[in-house]
């Protein structure tokens, strides 16, 4: 995959025992139909220069 581009969308779901937040990922030099679901800690460990700003 590349590099993101835009969040699309955001979910909760369960990861283990505990809450966690996806983020629906569309990638650089892709199609929006190829974005796919991210967890949000795992993307922000492999991009941390990625801001993610969620939806009020």
């Not at 569309?26 to 190829?34: A, K, L």
């Not at 922000?44 to 990625?50: D, S």
């Amino acid at each position: 995959m590349g590099d993101t581009l835009a969040v699309l969308d955001r979910t909760f779901v369960k990861r283990g025992n505990v809450a966690a937040t996806q983020v629906l990922v569309y990638w650089q030099n892709s199609f929006p139909e190829d974005a796919t679901w991210e967890y949000l800690f795992d993307l922000q460990q492999r991009f941390p220069e990625f801001e993610f700003s969620p939806q009020p």
